[in-house]
């Protein structure tokens, strides 16, 4: 490969929770076994070139005064929409800055709910929607997906529209690519979810970070272009930060064509002060979509599909009672260990301090709404995928 996925990066006092933290809950790697990152969703390999050439390039200007989104950040989100997810049609008009994904759910919550109003969501669940739920003070209404008897993850589309209607509910948060699922959704499927959501008088909040992110030969499909209903009644969020492992640089995009959503998710966001583009996140945002990002993108989805395809096929040989769907895209598993922990007698704390201990610093997956559950990120060097999963056998699972 022409881009680095190999090397182990030293990332200790580089400002990486990732590897400065243990989740809850909880406990100590032993001595003897090095710490291998697992858990935020937070990959370890250095990111594309053209990023870290267009921050220093800008840099190197020593003045960073006020200023405005410039016309290549623009074009450059419409180059990579067009690229990669076949969107004709995006003007810089329907796209606005957000300081994050969540912070735009916020603005969208508020815009379009009242406090105590319920809101849609499916289960599992990504923890920062509860959380913003919980935070903004909105009723948080869950839709359990169901595993078919492929073990893939599927909507339960009848349960969405009893609970809509029961519920009272006209806003949904809709998850594409689904974290912590990993499913990509089809067509078809986001066809019967939007026609729900059409029915009910729902506007759409489709959370679409992840979508550069997909595995093997699937593809995203994004929500709005699958009717020009749907195109209207969605609020469409996207950020370089999960693809080219940008957090810390803080900087998202959300697109929206109907001009009453947009105006009235814009003056919420507004209405902070506070939701400004950082003058280096805009350049990084302009080096990852680049030819150079683009080309480094499709080797770390090569990577990825390596991980998932060996980490699901170990346990499957290795881990009974352990259970889990294969993700079709993101870098995370979501772990069912229910049957292993009843098996053995033990508590799903138990088996998480097993594997910190041995230094597999994984996830707690319950506070995603399904319960004995672990969340594991596989967005590291091959080498260490191997590492980890040789650990858990030997130490934790057999």
Known sequence: MKY?????????????????????????????????????ADMNFPTAPSICEKIIERVQHPAFGYFSPTKEYFQSIINWQKKRNGVEGLTAKSIGYENGVLGCVASALKAFTDAGEAVLLHAPTYIGFTHVMEDTGRKVVLSDLVRDEHGVWRMDYEDMDRKIRENHI????????????????????????????????????????????ILADNRHIPTQSISEDAKNRTIA????????????????????????????????????????MNVLSMHALIGAYSETGEEWLDELRQVLT?????????IEQHWKGVSLAKPQGTYMLYLDCSEWCKEHGKTLDEL??????????????????KPDTIRMNLAVPFSLVKEAFDRLDKYVFS
């Open 306 to 314: 390596q991980n998932v395809d060996y980490a699901c096929e170990f």
């Open 170 to 213: 006209h806003c949904a948060i809709f998850c594409s690519p689904h974290n912590p699922a990993g499913r990509v959704w089809e067509k078809e499927e986001i066809e019967k979810a939007m026609e729900v959501y059409r029915k009910n008088e729902c506007v759409v909040i489709s959370d679409e970070i992840w979508s550069d992110l």
């Open 237 to 276: 969020i996207y950020a370089p930060s999960k693809t080219f492992n940008l957090a810390g640089l803080v900087g998202s995009y959300h697109i929206i064509y109907n001009s009453m959503l947009r105006d009235r998710v814009n003056k919420c966001a507004q209405s902070s002060h506070y939701n400004g």
């Open 4 to 40: 680095d996925f190999t090397t182990i990066m030293d990332r200790k006092g580089k400002d990486a929770i990732a590897v400065d933290m243990i989740p809850e809950p909880g406990g100590e790697v032993q001595e003897g076994f090095s710490a291998i990152p697992m858990w935020v």
């Open 352 to 369: 998480f301090r097993a594997g910190v201990a041995h230094g597999v610093i994984w996830q707690d997956g319950r506070p995603f709404n």
